[in-house]
């Protein structure tokens, strides 16, 4: 019974971790007042990539550097058509995300259905040996600990740097930060910079750290639910990476629980993280208040500065 | 404009028909249809290497061609269309999904075969087929009844249907033949062909809570095996040889052969007597075996499971013989009784020692 409770526990920052770190950057991104939906294709890619690079070097390290690399290009022909030619957001990016899912085919083609060994988790000295909590907490991934850091330095960057406030204002409204004398636009791109870093960072460790091996769509989904999770944490980082944990233990706890062999009709447990995703979304929507302090007002709006 | 460009094209079309019907000893022309992309193991790799069967056993007589990623929905449609818009002659569809507009387009083309992996409706040009997944994995079962040291044996399976269900009960079946002191097997059901960060978890799953040898029923991806190699316990699969995945704690994988099927199916059509029927192919028509056996299995204990394999071939030994009692208590197979090949797969209970319940 302890085994299961902190496989669950241990389990859910593992799988909360790629949704964390594309979740963050997509808040980033978003929190400039851009809408990038291509999420899933950049993980995507990315993981095509790392997996093949780590598979063919061994060097994970290469692996995530030339995944970066791969999401970061993808980003740029969305920034192009965004930042520059003022197309529509949702189109440009769900095309975007297209592009990605179909190169990270391509780029997988020879690796399909391989698998490798994974580098293992990293046990924090000490700490780790502490019951209960040593194994949940300080046995993890060394991109697990970078995931939740990222969180908490996001929410810092976010909220008490004057850098924060700036990418913050240009989403409420780039008219006046570009009054103000801010670049709304090198602005912008560097979010989305950030957010393709992010889901590159997400989609290297799904494919090499995480299920170690690729298959063309490895990532099913989980860049739309990292999308989904910025509206769940109503665009503030701590509270995404409490949903991404929340998620990452629900659609853990549906296999431990079937697997302790509770009689409980497997479809259920299977549909409960998405019944929680409606419910919780339902209830953070009753709150309007909370989103609409929240919500970047320009979200989804394009801006060209006029001279 | 259209004018001056059809006039040619049709002239070409018909010159080139003509040419067609002046060449007899053209190939035949045959397209296999995957749903995803190719990889080294599982569905679509089978699909695949029927093709290799085919090209070695008619040689210049065929010309196979292999679409794969075409998905179930309206891509593989469209790969299918223009296929047979482009001459082909008999067609393989490996999507359960490729069926209804499988059924549509032999319909509209009556000179056209097609033999469609795993479906369930036929037409005079409408073939079917499905491998006995089960035989091996009666014999997988075997392998893991020897193999265990604390007599408890996992399962990752994809989604509760008849055919898993089948599979499943006759691993459990084959294990307990060989080892009586079995705990009650524990499965995971995925609800999914495939996602396979949840494959890999559902087999750490299975391993923390004790599970010594993990069955990859029906995965979509190796990952599950993979982690069995990670965390030092026993893997056992269905499709492919995994051994690749798991150097050291591969313990057995039931092979299928769909080139097998594909062969005879071509050969009926050489012959003029290609049938719209269903076929049931295993062990006895050499499209399905057991691979991958461990090292770590004694020779006595690899021999048994080979003799078992010979009994299926000869038709004198069937995995569902009565008495077998379900997993709620009542009778499932009454005594002396074995289970057609309809019962087998319409299976809707478990096996006496499973630790899962379906809902009905």
Request: hydrophobic share 50%; aromatic share 8%; glycine share 10%.
């Amino acid at each position: 019974m302890t085994d299961t409770i902190i496989f669950i526990l241990a389990g859910a920052f593992a799988t909360a971790t790629p949704l964390l770190l594309a979740a963050i950057g997509e808040a980033v991104v978003e929190k400039t007042g851009v809408m990038n939906l291509s999420v899933e294709g950049m993980m995507a890619f990315a993981a095509a990539v790392a997996f093949g690079v780590t598979h063919q070097t061994g060097d994970i390290v290469l692996g995530f550097g030339l995944a970066v690399l791969a999401s970061t290009a993808l980003s740029l022909v969305f920034s192009v058509l965004v930042l520059g030619f003022s197309a529509n957001q949702i189109v440009s990016g769900l095309a975007v995300g297209i592009l990605g899912l179909g190169l990270s085919g391509l780029a997988g083609r020879h690796f399909e259905n391989l698998t490798m060994i994974g580098p293992g988790n990293q046990s924090v000295p000490v700490l780790s040996d502490i019951p209960l909590l040593g194994p949940i907490l300080f046995q993890q991934s060394v991109i697990t600990y970078l995931a939740f850091a990222a969180a908490f330095l996001t929410w810092w960057f976010l909220g008490r740097t004057r850098q924060g406030r700036i990418l913050k204002v240009v989403g409420e409204d780039p008219a006046i930060a570009h009054n103000l004398g801010f670049a709304v636009v090198r602005i912008r791109l560097f979010a989305i910079i950030f957010g393709a870093v992010m889901s590159g960072i997400a989609g290297a460790y799904a494919s090499t750290i995480l299920t170690p091996g690729w298959s063309d769509g490895l990532i099913a989904g989980r860049g739309w639910i990292a999308v989904a999770l910025v509206v769940f944490g109503t665009w503030r980082p701590l509270r995404i990476a409490f949903g991404a944990y929340l998620f990452g233990a629900l659609l853990l706890g549906d296999l431990a629980v079937q697997a302790m062999g509770f009689r409980i009709p497997s479809q259920i447990m299977t549909s409960l993280p998405y019944v929680m995703t409606i419910v919780v979304l339902a209830a953070v929507s009753r709150n309007a208040l909370l989103i609409r302090l929240n919500a970047p007002v320009s979200l989804g709006q394009n801006y060209r500065p006029s001279k | 404009m259209f004018k001056i460009v059809r006039a040619p094209l049709i002239g070409a079309a018909l010159a080139l028909s003509w040419a067609g019907a002046l060449h007899a000893q053209d190939p035949l022309e045959i397209s296999i249809l995957a749903p995803n992309a190719i990889g080294d193991v599982g569905w679509d790799h089978e699909i695949y290497r029927g093709k290799e069967v085919l090209e070695k056993r008619f040689g210049d007589k065929v010309k196979v061609a292999v679409v794969d990623s075409v998905g179930e929905g309206p891509n593989a449609t469209r790969a299918m269309n223009r296929l047979v818009a482009n001459g082909t002659d008999v067609l393989i569809l490996g999507g359960f999904g490729h069926m209804s507009d499988g059924l549509t387009l032999a319909k509209r083309s009556p000179d056209l075969k097609v033999l469609h992996i795993g479906g369930y409706q036929n037409l005079p040009n409408f073939a079917t087929f499905t491998v006995r997944h089960y035989q091996a994995s009666y014999l997988c079962g075997m392998a893991a009844g020897y193999a265990t040291q604390n007599g408890q044996l996992g399962v990752v399976a994809a989604f509760p249907l008849p055919e898993v269900l089948g599979i499943l009960n006759a691993y459990v079946l084959g294990a307990q033949s060989v080892n009586p002191d079995l705990k009650p097997v524990k499965v995971v059901w995925l609800n999914a062909w495939y996602d396979p960060p949840r494959d890999r978890a559902a087999a750490e799953s299975l391993i923390s809570q004790g599970s010594d040898v993990v069955y990859s029923l029906f995965p979509g991806t190796p990952s599950a095996v993979a982690t069995a190699e990670e965390k030092g316990v026993y893997a056992v699969t269905t499709l492919s040889d995994n051994s690749a995945h798991a150097p050291t704690k591969h313990l057995c994988a039931g092979q299928a052969d769909f080139g097998v099927v594909y062969g005879n199916v071509v050969q009926s059509v050489f012959d003029e007597n290609f049938e719209g029927k269903d076929t049931f192919a295993g062990v006895t028509e050499g499209a399905m075996q057991v691979a991958g056996l461990s090292k770590d299995l004694t020779d006595e204990q690899r021999a048994a499971i080979m003799a078992k394999q010979e009994e299926m071939r000869a038709g004198t030994f069937e995995p569902f013989t009565g008495p077998v009692t379900n997993n709620t208590g009542s009778e499932a197979i009454a005594a002396e009784k074995v289970l057609s090949s309809a019962e087998i797969k319409s299976m809707d209970f478990l096996v006496d020692g499973i630790d899962a319940q379906l809902n009905k």
